[in-house]
Nanobody
Framework: QALPVESGGGSVQAGGSLRLSCTATGGTFVNTCVAWFRQAPEQEREGVARIWTLGGHTYFGDSAKGRFFISQDSTKKVVYLQMNRLKPEDTAMYFC??????????????????WGHGTQVTVAS
């Protein structure tokens, strides 16, 4: 089973951009619901964006609409989260989650979802 590994986090000024990568290790993300979540200290986990790698359908949480974009590469091994016009409130640990053989009609949080360890994004005002 492919396990997700995040990369690309860092510190950026408000208004800037970052691109996060979620890389499949030990396999691919073929026919997988891959999602990005984030969690800030003392806040609940929030769904940011998700993509069904088989059909290409995408869905965005309210905070991401119009600013963030999710995509996959042709090898089905990497899912990207392009984050534009970043705000200080986007500061959080960002996690990638992958649920195999799932069409992504909902956020993948079930027991058969695999999680990465996260990558920190910090946006300075």
């Amino acid at each position: 089973q492919a396990l997700p590994v995040e990369s690309g986090g860092g510190s950026v000024q408000a208004g800037g951009s970052l691109r996060l990568s979620c890389t499949a290790t030990g396999g691919t993300f073929v026919n997988t619901c891959v999602a990005w979540f984030r969690q800030a200290p003392e806040q609940e986990r929030e769904g940011v964006a998700r993509i069904w790698t088989l059909g290409g359908h995408t869905y965005f949480g309210d905070s991401a609409k119009g600013r963030f974009f999710i995509s996959q590469d042709s090898t089905k091994k990497v899912v990207y989260l392009q984050m534009n016009r970043l705000k200080p409130e986007d500061t959080a640990m960002y996690f990638c989650a992958a649920r195999p053989r799932a069409s992504c009609w909902e956020w993948p949080t079930s027991d058969d979802t695999y999680w990465g360890h996260g990558t920190q994004v910090t946006v300075a005002s």
